[in-house]
């Protein structure tokens, strides 16, 4: 009698014990799977249900063969159980494109035969997402400067090898590398900028901004591009709006929107800036009559040195980092940009900030 009371209460420190481990596992984003040397579950955490998209409680007590596992991951369960010690990295197809790292072993050395063994996931989506966008954006930048080094290599050459002597051939080539030097400094002035926004350190410079001398200035600054392409340039009434807002950023993005607004319009076009409230919103947007963009294109204009058409971008000295540092400004400011385009009719582009409180 007293043999059992004491195994029924060591079973039951057993379960306690179980159950505090399991609370413990659940508290650790690395997905966890304990077998035992037949190959059944005793033990899944949270997390590793939760990577590969199943519900926890649906695997205890199975077999590995039972439940719906990626086929390597029993594979290398398996060997796990045999006594060898495993290591991979997955792709994950049949769920939602996923990269794992994936550990596993025998919990201790079994003399011969199977042993329990334990499988540690790890979802390195993420990192393997940032880590590709670094290494996209590194040949990203390469290739951008290489065509206008190129370029001022070129007009070098010419020059120095007898252009000089011809004055109109001369002229046009320092016209030509001005172009070219203002392309450059602009990539770096741009790469800047995203920098800056990226960078933790700086904290944007809040301050009641009036929005009515932004634009004007904004506007103002545009006015050569414009009349270059013969769009006219129009503000709307803004007077006595105050948006709180850090001032440069919020001018370098509206000096990108009215850039596009501009440059991707049409001879005699228009391009208007306005203000309006809604649902406790403040909405800043430019609106254009130009070439519009197709929605297929729409999701991808805010991607680092994304272009539609990347010929008439480049000639027009575009980079296409413009949007992708609007959207960086918006979401500095806990806001978002909108866009609503018609291909042929025009574009709107809207900076959407929360309301100031006052
Ligand atoms: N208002 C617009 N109308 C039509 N297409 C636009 C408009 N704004 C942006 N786009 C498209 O989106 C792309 C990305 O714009 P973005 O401002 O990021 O780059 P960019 O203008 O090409 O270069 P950058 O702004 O760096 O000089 C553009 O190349 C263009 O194809
Ligand atoms: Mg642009």
Redesign the pocket.
């Known amino acids: 009698m007293r043999t059992e009371s004491r195994i029924w209460e060591g079973i039951g420190d057993w379960e306690k014990e179980r159950s505090r481990l399991l609370s413990v596992l659940d508290k650790v984003s690395a997905g966890i799977l304990v077998v035992d040397g037949a190959g059944r579950v005793s033990l899944a955490n949270e997390a590793f249900g939760k990577i590969l998209g199943m519900e926890r409680e649906t695997l205890g007590g199975k077999r590995v063969e039972e439940i719906p596992l990626p086929a390597r991951i029993r594979e290398l369960t398996k060997k796990a159980i045999a006594g060898q010690e495993v290591e991979e990295e997955l792709e994950l197809t049949d769920c939602s494109h996923i990269m794992v790292h994936l550990k596993a072993g025998p919990l201790w050395e079994a003399g011969s035969g199977l042993s329990p063994a334990v499988v540690i996931l790890e979802d390195i989506t993420a990192r393997r997402r940032v880590e590709m966008m670094r290494r996209d954006f590194v040949a990203n930048i390469s290739h951008e400067l290489r065509t206008p080094v190129a370029n001022v290599t070129a007009l070098v050459d010419a020059l120095s090898y007898g252009a000089m002597e011809e004055p109109d051939a001369a002229q046009r080539f320092l016209r030509d590398l001005e172009k070219e030097t203002r392309r450059l400094s602009q990539l770096v002035e741009d790469l800047l900028i995203l920098s800056r926004l990226e960078s933790e350190e700086i904290a944007p410079q809040i301050e009641h901004v009036p929005l009515d001398s932004v634009v004007r200035e904004v506007l103002s600054d545009k006015e050569k591009l414009a009349r270059k392409y013969e769009v006219r340039l129009q503000q709307g009434p803004m007077e006595g709006i105050y948006l709180k807002a850090d001032r440069r950023f919020l001018t370098v993005a509206l000096s990108?929107l009215v850039?596009?607004a501009v440059?991707y319009n049409r001879k005699e076009g228009r391009v208007m800036v306005e203000v309006s409230r809604k649902g406790g919103e403040l909405r800043i947007s430019v609106s254009d009559t130009g070439i519009g963009i197709s929605p297929e294109q729409v999701p991808r204009i805010f991607e680092r040195f994304y272009r539609v058409d990347k010929a008439r971008s480049r000639e027009s000295g575009?980079t296409g980092l413009?949007?992708s540092i609007v959207k960086h400004v918006m979401e500095l400011h806990g806001g978002r940009v909108e866009v609503r385009s018609r291909p042929g009719i025009g574009s709107t582009f809207t900076l959407v900030f929360p309301e100031e409180e006052r």
């Open positions: 990108n850039d596009n440059k575009g413009g949007l």
